[in-house]
Every structure is written in C-alpha cells, then in structure tokens.
C-alpha cells in the first residue's frame, strides 16, 4: 500500500481506550474524516436473558443504543465528522465483510482483545481480521504488552 | 497481566483437587444421609466398573436414613443386572458421576460440628445478614411488595425490565423441582421437624437474598447495547477491589463462576430432567423403562431455544410458569382443607420433629441441616445466582431491586415449599411403608405425585404437566445464568460452546440416578456459597450504608409513588 491518504477506513470498536488510539491514527492517515467508518460489532442476542424473554430487548434497540453511545463518546474525546455503524455477528468476518462491501483501503484495528485463557479459547478478533480481509490491515501495539 | 486469569482457573482447578484426595473423610460421617456417594463405593467401582456389581443401587440404598449409618448393610440389597448397550452406558455414566460427587463432597461437606461445611456456612451468612441489616426481611416486606407492584417504577432508569419483570426472571429459576421434589426429600429423609427448619431457613435466606441482589445492582456492568451485565462475579472482582483485595475479588469470581457453570448442569439442569422424569413416569410408565427417550425430548425442547433461538417458547414457559405454580398452590391448598382437622396434630408434628426429633432423622442436627439444606437448593438464597436476573432491573436505587428479590424466599420456599411439605406431612407420605420405594431412591417427585393423587383423583396428570413446565423454565433460565458466567471466564464469543454442552447434560439427567443427580447438584449450588457468602460478608459494610441512605430517603417520603 502507498502512504498517500487513504479515502476509506475502517476502526473497529470496542470503546476500550485502545479504540481511541485507533480512532486518532485513522483520522490521521484519512484525507477527511468523513472517509473514516468506526464498526462496532454486537453479538447476536441471547434467547434466555430476562431482557429477551420479557421482549423489551431487541437489535432495533440495541443498535440505537450503540449509535447514542457513539454520538456521547466521541463529543467527549473531541472527534467530529466521521461515519459510525452498528453491526451484528462474529467480530472479524463482520469487519472484514464491512470493509470489503464498503471498497475499503484500510482496516486501523487494536490489537489489545483477549488475553490469558481467552485468547487460547478464542484466537483474537485482530488475527481473525487479517486473515479475511483483502484490504491491508495496520495493527497497533497494545501500550502495556509484555 | 497476560495469563493471570488463566493462572487463576488452574490455581482453583488445583486447589480442588488437592483438598478432595488429600481428606478422604465423607459427608456422610457428619450425619449427613443424602450424599451417597461413597469412598468404598467409588474406589470400587474404579477398580471394577465393568464388573457386574451395580453401585446406582447401592448409591441409591446407601443414601437411606439409616440412623446408626451403616452404610455397608445397603450392600446387601441384590445387584440389577445391566441389561443392554444403553443400560450398561447408562451405568456407567452413572457411576462417574458418583465418583466425581464423593470427590467433591469430602471437602465441601466436610463434617464442622456435625454440620456439612456448605450448610454451616449459608446458615452462618443468612443469621449475619439478617441481624446486620436490621431485619430487612420483615422490615422490608411491605415496600418490596410495593415496588414489585410498579408503584416506584420509572422508564427512564437504566437497565432491561421491571422490577416485576425481574423478580419473575428469578423465580422461574428458582421455582422448580426443588420445591416439589427436593422438599418430598427433606421431610422423608428428615422427618416432619426439616419442615420447620426449612421455613426458617426461607425466612433469614430473605436477608442473605436481599444482600447479595443489592450488590448485583451495585456492580453491574452497563455495556454500550444497553445490556446489564451483573452477578456475583462482577460483585466479588469489582467489589472486594475497591476495598483493595483485588486478587481475592478475582479469585472468588472465578471460582463463583466455575460453580455457577456446574450448578447450571447439576441443580439448574439435570436435576429438573431427572425429577420430573420421576413424575411424568408416574403417569407414562412406558418411560420407566425408556429413560433416555424423556432425556432426548427435553434435550430437542431446550435446544431450540437456546441454540435454536426460539424466543417464543422461552417467553411462553415464563409466562405460564406463575400460572401453574398457581395451580399447584391452590392445589395444596385444597388437600390441607380437605384434611382441615388434622393440620393442629400436623403442626404438632412439625414442630416436635423440629426440635425432638426420632433418631432415625439423623437427629436434632441431622433435620435442622434436612430443612436448610433443601431451602437453600430450592431458593438460591445465599448461592448468589438470583444476582444475575436482579441486576437486570430497571432503577436507579440498588438497594430497591434487593428489596424486591427478598420476595424470592418467601415466595419459593415459605410459600411454596411450605404447601409440599404440609401435604407430605399431612397424607402421610413420609412414612407410608407403600411410598418407601421412592424414598429409598430419593425419588421425591414420585413421593410428591403419589401423596397428591391420593388425595385428588387425576391430580397426577395434572402434576406431571406442571413439574415439566417448572423444570422446562427452570433449564431454561438457568442456562442463561450458566452462560453468564461461562462469557465471564472465557468472552462472549464462547457461548455457543456452552449451550452445546448444557444440552449435554439434560440429556445425562435422564439416564443417571436420582441420588447421585441430587448430590451433583447440591454439591454444585451449595458451594457456590463459599465464595459467594465470603465476598458478600466482607461487601455487607457497603450495603448497610446504602440500605440505611435509602430507607431514611425512603421514610422521609422523598421517593414518590406513581399512583
């Protein structure tokens, strides 16, 4: 890939502190930040969860949940301009699929997910999306890693 | 910092196992009928499991009330012979499970003045929290009722449900075979007086109940979806942190969870397949000899819900739950108008078994632990599972929605347990020498359907239609506080692994025996009180403070009621 500004990024996120670093990357390799796509990833809902069976949970609220939790988060860290979306399914084939659909040059994604057990079981969303995005993808250091 | 919880699972994993081969004393010796699962028993059967001795009968004989405890005289009973591919699979599954119970139970019912330790130590939590928080189950009772009704209800509150909501969440996974098979146990192994103790344990369980569903609230996660994420889990690691014991906090989250998952298999799971098994084959004998086709069935039923993602049916089993249980009330009821003149000398009974009791019910301590044990296994009160559903609610206060989960133990146990209990003691069925068969294999709901039936023609039917919906919305319930815990230790991501093996295990709690499904069970449930109880005694300080802000705001009528 070139260093040239990129016109369409995607940042997963997961509104952990590693996300904002992400957010501030993308914004600065963006030629404008309304080409930036912050994707963050609900899981599919439960069917046994009282929320569920009481029927006063469901995507439609859960999704405009997420997009009021954007609009608060990034006021407070200062971030105007770019695009944010809900999506449901499994973390790294969603933002891989997300970033192919939407012809994006870039996926900015944190590497700090799972650790410890977790990361065993799971495999982290990160390496997930490497191996199915066809669009480079940058990877950033946890600041803690050892 | 990578790896810690990992470190700490193990650590748990290892301290478990050390402490069950290090002591190779048995619950049993604590006088302590129902743990069945013996040394001898288990060594022999991992020496010799293909051999044809069958130790699902002697597990079941040896959990007989034999006053003087000798367990060896059950022995004699003549050995079944496994007849087939699925019977002797069936044994043999058995026979682990009992194995695995002993293990267990040699240090979590270890014997501390005649009192298995799990036992000691919910009776020790719910005194506690009852003289701490001034008796907030009594106290308390009438605002709970008040706001459960809606009357403090505000939609713009954080959270998921009701209050009302809630509380029915809860109680769908507390109301289930425990409160009609699990009490037939009590008072058939633990005469007429574990009635009284059973009440009793209903009532300080209000206060424990209370506590912990208090700090569920305060603790909860709000995640960006709006979803509550809360239980005890969350209490202990947050909690006990912010008193600086964070490694303790963590420690007794993980292995709260590690329990939970089991409780969601073993009480949660198994348990209700396999007693309501017990009293649908009352009515369908045909089931009798075809176990696994009740299990398979049960296995289909929860699975398309929970893998499926039928919500429908979710939804409805909670909503017809209330009404059966309902019905099995009015039921109870009936019977102890029917037999209006003998519930004085009932009473009687009761309480003179409470506090004289005949040697063979293992003693003044022997019932007293008969009647605790089946009301912590029936309401959760102290086992910190019902945290998971209240944090869910809807308020701005903590403290309210632990008021209204003290209705729980009333409900479950002073109500409804109270109701099986009277007709057991009532009809006789607790020393009806016909019955003995089913009181011998701790088959309680078979006790339940049978001492029903006699007193109501066709109840049975009717029974067997209620103890398959309890237990249908018990499981289902229970899977979602097994799952909880199990996105606790591993991400929510894992859940799928979870559900397949929670259908596992209701398909087990078809072909394994009643006792040793009970004894996996207890031991499970009840041990989740050892960190729960711990966690919650240390964090009490907090909730008395917040308890004595809200009830002065609350007497000062600052919260106003809506209508």
């Not at chain 1, 695009?83 to 900015?108: C, K, M, Q, W």
């Not at chain 2, 059966?324 to 003179?352: D, H, K, Q, R, W």
């Not at chain 2, 078809?510 to 040793?516: D, H, L, M, R």
Request: charged share 15%.
């Amino acid at each position: 890939m070139s260093w040239l500004p990129k016109s369409n990024i995607v940042v997963p996120i997961d509104f952990s502190d590693e996300s904002e670093q992400a957010i501030r990357t993308a914004l600065e390799l963006a030629d404008d930040p309304s080409h930036v796509h912050l994707v963050h990833v609900l899981f599919p809902l439960d069917s046994v969860s009282p929320g569920v069976v009481w029927g006063e949970t469901d995507d439609t609220k859960r999704e405009k949940a997420v997009n009021d939790y954007f609009d608060t988060y990034l006021a407070e860290k200062g971030v105007e301009g770019v695009r944010h979306t809900v999506l449901f399914g499994n973390p790294g084939h969603e933002i891989s699929e997300y970033a192919t659909n939407n012809a994006a040059d870039l996926i900015v994604i944190p590497a700090h997910g799972y650790h410890g057990i977790k990361r065993y079981v799971l495999g982290s969303v990160a390496e997930r999306v490497i191996r199915l995005s066809k669009c480079p993808v940058l990877v950033l250091r946890r600041h803690d890693q050892d | 910092m990578i790896q810690q919880r990992f470190f700490w699972i193990l650590a748990v994993l290892v301290a478990v196992w050390q402490s069950g081969t290090a002591s190779p004393s048995y619950a049993q010796d604590a006088g302590d009928p129902t743990v069945a699962a013996e040394p001898a028993d288990s060594e022999a059967t991992a020496e010799g499991a293909e051999s044809e001795s069958s130790d699902t009968n002697q597990a079941n004989e040896e959990s007989e009330p034999t006053a003087s405890g000798d367990a060896a005289a059950a022995a004699d009973d003549p050995p079944e012979e496994p007849a087939g591919f699925f019977r002797s699979a069936e044994k043999q599954v058995d026979n682990a499970f009992g194995e695995f119970n002993g293990f267990l139970a040699s240090w979590m019912f270890y014997p501390v003045f005649g009192f298995p330790l799990a036992v000691l130590w919910l009776i020790i939590g719910a005194i506690f929290f009852t003289v701490r928080m001034k008796f907030i189950n009594l106290r308390g009772f009438k605002h709970a009722i008040l706001v459960t009704a809606g009357k403090y209800d505000d939609p713009e509150d954080v959270g998921e449900v009701s209050h009302f909501q809630a509380l029915t969440a809860a109680l769908s996974a507390t109301v289930g075979l425990g409160n009609i098979a699990g009490v037939a146990i009590a008072v058939s192994v633990g005469g007429p007086g574990a009635t009284f103790w059973m009440i009793l344990a209903g009532l300080l369980g209000m206060s424990s109940k209370f506590t912990e569903c208090t700090l569920g609230q305060k603790y909860r996660e709000v995640r960006p979806d709006g979803r509550i994420m809360g239980g005890a889990m969350f209490y202990l690691s947050k909690g006990l942190s912010e008193m600086g014991m964070a490694p303790l906090g963590k420690f007794l989250a993980i292995f709260f969870a590690i329990l939970c998952i089991g409780g969601s298999f073993g009480g949660g799971n198994a348990f209700q397949v396999n007693q309501s098994l017990n009293a649908v084959q009352e009515t369908i004998p045909f089931l009798e000899q075809n176990r696994w086709l009740y299990g398979l069935i049960m296995t289909v039923l929860v699975g398309i819900v929970i893998i499926g993602g039928i919500r429908r049916i979710a939804k409805t089993a909670e909503k017809i739950v209330p009404f059966m249980c309902g019905v099995y009330v009015l039921a109870a009821l009936a019977i102890l108008l029917m037999n209006f003149s003998e519930i004085p000398s009932a009473i009687g009974t009761i309480v003179a078994g409470a506090f004289n009791p005949d040697a063979m019910y293992g003693g003044f301590i022997g019932v007293l632990v008969q009647g605790f044990r089946r009301a912590a296994f029936s309401n959760e009160a102290g086992v910190g599972s019902a945290a998971i559903a209240h944090s869910a609610a809807k308020t701005d206060y903590p403290v309210r929605e632990g008021i209204v989960a003290l209705l729980e133990p009333f409900v479950d146990t002073v109500v409804v347990c109270t109701m099986t209990a009277l007709v057991i003691v009532i009809t006789g069925a607790y020393e009806s020498p016909e019955l003995a068969v089913y009181r011998d294999s701790n088959n309680g709901a078979a006790l339940t359907s049978n001492a029903m039936a006699a007193q109501i023609t066709g109840f049975q039917y009717v029974l067997a239609i209620a103890v398959m919906l309890f237990a249908y919305s018990t499981m289902i319930s229970w899977s979602y506080y097994g799952e909880r815990c199990w996105a606790y230790l591993f991400g929510d991501r894992a859940s799928m692994s979870y559900r397949i093996v929670f259908l596992v295990f209701v398909f087990l709690g078809s072909i394994v025996s009643s006792t040793n499904v009970l004894d996996f069970g207890d031991l499970m449930i009840l041990g989740m009180a050892f960190p729960n109880i711990l966690g919650v005694l240390l964090l009490s300080g907090k909730v008395k403070t917040d308890l004595d802000d809200y009830w002065n705001r609350y007497k000062s009528g600052e919260f106003t009621r809506s209508s």
